[in-house]
């Protein structure tokens, strides 16, 4: 599966983005799906994942109560609703299957989308 993620941009600290993870090859519904970040000068890091047969879906503490996974079947594409965005959230933003629930990532990261959020 070919995995393509879209929506970032710039943003004052507070604000809202959603983005896209649009998937091309097969369909989400059979992949349990996560989103990621990298910071500049650090790791990749799990934001948020979401099953693929249930809606539930598994974020990272520092997200939690502002950020929402979800998905689209029909569109073939998985969302991640940023709320009350912060300084701290600025990132690359990558997705991609999960391999092992909740935080272990597959290798095919796909282009991510860069979010900057200013203060």
């Known amino acids: 599966v070919q995995l393509q993620a879209s929506g970032g941009g710039l943003v004052q600290a507070g604000g809202s983005l959603r983005l896209s993870c649009a998937a091309s090859?097969?369909?989400?519904?059979?992949?349990?799906m996560g989103w990621f970040r990298q910071a500049p000068g650090k790791g990749r890091d799990l934001v948020g994942s979401i099953r693929r047969s249930i809606s539930y879906a598994y974020y990272a503490d520092s997200v939690k109560g502002r950020f929402t996974i979800s998905r689209d079947y029909a569109k073939n594409t998985v969302y991640l609703q940023m709320n009350g965005l912060k300084p701290e959230d600025t990132a690359n933003y990558y997705c991609t299957r999960i391999r092992a629930w909740p935080d272990t990532p597959t290798a095919d990261w796909g282009q991510g989308t860069l979010v900057t959020v200013s203060s």
């Open positions: 090859g097969r369909g989400i519904w059979n992949y349990d």
